[in-house]
């Protein structure tokens, strides 16, 4: 079995790169089943449904699914989508055979003991940055004047080209239509964040994912509030702890 970990820290863009190899891709493979693999609970869940949708006649525990991807001689593959607790051994859950395929995203690196092959995703090239923030920001991406090219350049930089900070960016920046604005409110936001003295990043990328977060957050309404803090709190992983 080929076993390939794609590993970043959060927000790089692994599962979006995997999704991407899966469409680009999915006539190469007989079958292509996703695993999410932040809890075991949800992994064995994602194995039980592999039976079920196999045809696996009653399917009893999550093990059937294991043994279906085990015994049949296919070019099938497996995305195991945010591997990241290294609690959780995900050997277990891989199937021990000579067939198939598997992806593994996750931001711990010590995945690599148990990959064919592993890659640690790059940071983005600014020319990558600046259209991917172009793209969520400007609505008419067929009208792009070169002042608002060069201050999606410096926004992006700004935020160190990282994905999930520029597609919040971006988000924001079409909704609020705050192109040239968005700098000085990026900024006021920094300001805000430090004055509260949180503790030391560990790297470069954590403001400009929280900042960007942070300035949609507060266009929302206390209603809004409320409902994302109730969906926060029912999501399944709260409700097994």
């Given at each position: 079995?080929?076993?390939?970990?794609?590993?970043?820290?959060?927000?790089?863009?692994?599962?979006?790169?995997?999704?991407?190899?899966?469409?680009?891709?999915?006539?190469?493979?007989?079958?292509?089943?996703?695993?999410?693999?932040?809890?075991?609970?949800?992994?064995?869940?994602?194995?039980?449904?592999?039976?079920?949708?196999?045809?696996?006649?009653?399917?009893?525990?999550?093990?059937?699914?294991?043994?279906?991807?085990?015994?049949?001689?296919?070019?099938?593959?497996?995305?195991?989508?945010?591997?990241?607790?290294?609690?959780?051994?995900?050997?277990?859950?891989?199937?021990?055979?000579?067939?198939?395929?598997?992806?593994?995203?996750?931001?711990?690196?010590?995945?690599?003991?148990?990959?064919?092959?592993?890659?640690?995703?790059?940071?983005?090239?600014?020319?990558?940055?600046?259209?991917?923030?172009?793209?969520?920001?400007?609505?008419?991406?067929?009208?792009?004047?070169?002042?608002?090219?060069?201050?999606?350049?410096?926004?992006?930089?700004?935020?160190?080209?990282?994905?999930?900070?520029?597609?919040?960016?971006?988000?924001?920046?079409?909704?609020?239509?705050?192109?040239?604005?968005?700098?000085?409110?990026?900024?006021?936001?920094?300001?805000?964040?430090?004055?509260?003295?949180?503790?030391?990043?560990?790297?470069?990328?954590?403001?400009?994912?929280?900042?960007?977060?942070n300035l949609s957050w507060?266009?929302?309404?206390?209603?809004?509030?409320?409902?994302?803090?109730?969906?926060?709190?029912?999501?399944?992983?709260?409700?097994?702890?």
């Open positions: 079995m080929k076993i390939f970990l794609l590993y970043r820290l959060g927000g790089a863009g692994k599962t979006q790169i995997a999704l991407e190899f899966t469409r680009r891709f999915k006539q190469r493979f007989t079958a292509i089943f996703f695993i999410t693999a932040d809890q075991e609970d949800s992994i064995q869940g994602s194995y039980f449904d592999i039976a079920k949708t196999s045809g696996v006649q009653d399917a009893q525990s999550w093990e059937a699914g294991l043994h279906w991807l085990h015994s049949h001689e296919e070019d099938w593959l497996i995305v195991i989508d945010n591997a990241d607790d290294p609690k959780i051994p995900l050997s277990r859950y891989l199937p021990s055979c000579d067939h198939g395929n598997v992806i593994i995203t996750s931001r711990n690196p010590d995945l690599r003991d148990i990959a064919n092959q592993y890659l640690e995703l790059s940071d983005m090239l600014p020319e990558e940055g600046i259209q991917l923030l172009v793209k969520h920001a400007i609505k008419d991406l067929n009208n792009v004047s070169d002042q608002q090219q060069k201050v999606a350049a410096k926004i992006a930089k700004e935020l160190y080209y990282f994905p999930l900070a520029l597609v919040h960016a971006g988000a924001y920046i079409n909704k609020q239509q705050c192109l040239f604005e968005y700098l000085d409110r990026l900024g006021n936001q920094r300001e805000q964040l430090l004055s509260k003295g949180p503790q030391q990043p560990k790297d470069k990328y954590y403001y400009s994912v929280y900042e960007t977060w507060g266009q929302l309404s206390p209603d809004s509030r409320m409902f994302l803090g109730l969906c926060a709190h029912l999501h399944y992983v709260s409700a097994t702890q």
